[in-house]
Antibody
Framework: EVQLVESGGGLVQPGESLRLSCAASGFTFSVYWMSWVRQAPGKGLEWVATISGDGSETFYVDSVRGRFTVSRDNAKNSLNLQMNSLRADDTAMFYC??????????WGQGILVTVSS | QSALTQPPSASGSPGQSVTISCTGTSSDVGGYNYVSWYQQHPGKVPKLLIYEVSKRPSGVPDRFSGSKSGNTASLTVSGLQAEDEADYYCCSYAGRNIPRVFGGGTKLTVL
C-alpha cells in the first residue's frame, strides 16, 4: 500500500525557516518524481515544487524560487522541503504527492505550516 | 505562471449532468494532453478523478468524464449524486520548467 506521511510543520514567525519531510513507503521511491502542493486556508491548490526520481532536476513556482529547496534521500525514502524566509502568505497545508501518468494519484494527509508573528 | 481559469461555482440537481470548464492557454491546456482533475471534499485530501484529459484511474466511476477542445478542458459529472458535492480542481502540465499549474477550483453544489 502506498503511503506518504508528512512531518515538520508548525508555527513560525515571518523570516524564519522550516523543513518539511515526507516519508514514503509501499513503492519503489527512486522511480517516481515527487512534488509538493500547498493549499492556503480557504483557498485552492497550488503546485509548489517537483523533483525528479534521481534528484537531479528540480522545479519551483515563481513565488518560492530562491527561498524553498526541494530534495530527496532515496536511501531513506524521504522527500524534503527546506523553506527559508517564510512569509505570512506561505501559510498553508502542504501535501506531498507522487507523480504518475502526468498527474498526482497519491497524496499525503498534509501538514500545516503557519507563518505568523 | 498564471492559474487556469475555472468558474467559482456550479450546481445541478440529483440525476442531472454538470460540466465544469478549465481554460488555459496554448502553453498549458492547449499545448499538451496532460490535464488532470481532482475532487476535494471539505477537510479531505484531493482525489484524482481524471488524468491525461480523459482517462480514469481505477475505482473512479464512469459518471466522471473529461475532454478538451483547444485551450479549454472540461469535466462532466453525469447522474449527479449528493456525494459529488465538493470542490473540483483542474491541473495542467505547462512546459519543462512549470511541471504543473492548477485552476482556481469550482465548488459544485448538488441542489
Amino acid at each position: 500500500e502506498v503511503q506518504l506521511v508528512e512531518s515538520g510543520g508548525g508555527l513560525v514567525q515571518p523570516g524564519e525557516s522550516l523543513r518539511l519531510s515526507c516519508a514514503a513507503s509501499g513503492f519503489t521511491f527512486s522511480v517516481y518524481w515527487m512534488s509538493w502542493v500547498r493549499q492556503a486556508p480557504g483557498k485552492g491548490l497550488e503546485w509548489v515544487a517537483t523533483i525528479s526520481g534521481d534528484g537531479s532536476e528540480t522545479f519551483y513556482v515563481d513565488s518560492v524560487r530562491g527561498r524553498f529547496t526541494v530534495s530527496r534521500d532515496n536511501a531513506k525514502n524521504s522527500l524534503n522541503l527546506q523553506m527559508n524566509s517564510l512569509r505570512a502568505d506561505d501559510t498553508a497545508m502542504f501535501y506531498c504527492a507522487r507523480g504518475e501518468n502526468n498527474a498526482f494519484l497519491y497524496w499525503g494527509q498534509g501538514i500545516l505550516v503557519t507563518v505568523s508573528s | 505562471q498564471s492559474a487556469l481559469t475555472q468558474p467559482p461555482s456550479a450546481s445541478g440537481s440529483p440525476g442531472q449532468s454538470v460540466t465544469i470548464s478549465c481554460t488555459g492557454t496554448s502553453s498549458d491546456v492547449g499545448g499538451y494532453n496532460y490535464v488532470s482533475w481532482y475532487q476535494q471534499h471539505p477537510g479531505k485530501v484531493p482525489k484524482l478523478l481524471i488524468y491525461e484529459v480523459s482517462k480514469r484511474p481505477s475505482g473512479v466511476p464512469d459518471r466522471f468524464s473529461g475532454s478538451k477542445s483547444g485551450n479549454t478542458a472540461s469535466l462532466t459529472v453525469s447522474g449527479l449524486q449528493a456525494e459529488d458535492e465538493a470542490d473540483y480542481y483542474c491541473c495542467s502540465y505547462a512546459g519543462r520548467n512549470i511541471p504543473r499549474v492548477f485552476g482556481g477550483g469550482t465548488k459544485l453544489t448538488v441542489l
